[in-house]
Structures are given as structure tokens and as C-alpha cells.
């Protein structure tokens, strides 16, 4: 399988130094996936519940756009600017995930970016 850069114009565009996604050896590596709105490009919620729902809001149109889907993520790497903020943001993950949930790795954001409270990375079969 050739490598295979993937769009969607249903999640949030990505800045130039890369891809939403990038579809290779039979898996989809989601690029870190901040909570923004793709219609505004501006980051959407204030609690770390809303921020992790269209993270993986995102994530989902990404998938989709690759031939994938959320049911298929094997290794996901969540991100977070408060480490306070996990309780929250596990709150949500188990709204998307209530059984056999992926692998996953949590982080703190070396970079503090206004309103930002988390990202979130996957890595789906393809």
C-alpha cells in the first residue's frame, strides 16, 4: 500500500507542517487533533468535556475520510494542557469508548496555546 495523505474538509484544517492524517501499511495515523470547529477554524469549548468531544469529533471525519472508523483505533495518545483536566477528559472518552477501548498514552502539552485544553492522536487500522 502506498502512503496516502488524508483530508477532509469535515474536520479542522491542519497548519502546513502536516497532514491530517497519512493512510500507510495498512493503518491511519491521525495527526494530533485539537478540538477546533472546521467550519471557523477556531478552537470550540470551554470545559475539557466539550474540547475531548470535538477532538474526537475530528478524529471521527478524519477516519472516515481515510476508509476507517473510531471502532477501529488500536493506540491513541491524549494530550492535555492540565493535568486536572483527566478525570474530565475521561468522562467523555468513555462516552466514545465504553467497551474494549484502544490503547493509550497520556501527556502534557509542551506548549500553551489560549483555550487549549487537549489533543488528541490516533492510530487506526486501515
Same mark, same amino acid.
Given at each position: 500500500m502506498a502512503r496516502q495523505i488524508? #483530508? @477532509?474538509? *469535515? /474536520?479542522?484544517?491542519?497548519?502546513?507542517?502536516y497532514s491530517? &492524517?497519512? *493512510?500507510? /501499511?495498512?493503518? =491511519? #495515523? =491521525? !495527526?494530533? @487533533?485539537?478540538p477546533t470547529d472546521p467550519a471557523t477554524n477556531a478552537i470550540t469549548g470551554t470545559t475539557i %468535556?466539550?474540547?475531548?468531544r470535538q477532538c474526537l469529533t475530528?478524529? %471521527?471525519?478524519?477516519l472516515e475520510a481515510a476508509? !476507517? !472508523?473510531?471502532?477501529k483505533i488500536v493506540s491513541a @495518545?491524549?494530550?492535555?494542557?492540565d493535568e486536572d483536566d483527566f478525570a474530565g477528559?475521561?468522562?467523555?472518552?468513555?462516552?466514545? #469508548?465504553? !467497551?474494549?477501548?484502544?490503547?493509550r498514552q497520556g501527556a502534557r502539552l509542551? &506548549?500553551?496555546?489560549?483555550?487549549?485544553k487537549v489533543s488528541i492522536a490516533a492510530i487506526a487500522e486501515a
Amino acid at each position: 500500500m502506498a502512503r496516502q495523505i488524508v #483530508f @477532509t474538509p *469535515k /474536520a479542522a484544517e491542519p497548519p502546513p507542517a502536516y497532514s491530517q &492524517a497519512v *493512510k500507510a /501499511a495498512g493503518l =491511519v #495515523f =491521525v !495527526s494530533g @487533533t485539537a478540538p477546533t470547529d472546521p467550519a471557523t477554524n477556531a478552537i470550540t469549548g470551554t470545559t475539557i %468535556q466539550e474540547q475531548t468531544r470535538q477532538c474526537l469529533t475530528n478524529i %471521527q471525519a478524519i477516519l472516515e475520510a481515510a476508509g !476507517s !472508523s473510531l471502532d477501529k483505533i488500536v493506540s491513541a @495518545t491524549v494530550v492535555l494542557a492540565d493535568e486536572d483536566d483527566f478525570a474530565g477528559m475521561n468522562e467523555e472518552w468513555l462516552r466514545w #469508548f465504553p !467497551s474494549n477501548p484502544p490503547a493509550r498514552q497520556g501527556a502534557r502539552l509542551p &506548549a500553551r496555546i489560549p483555550g487549549l485544553k487537549v489533543s488528541i492522536a490516533a492510530i487506526a487500522e486501515a
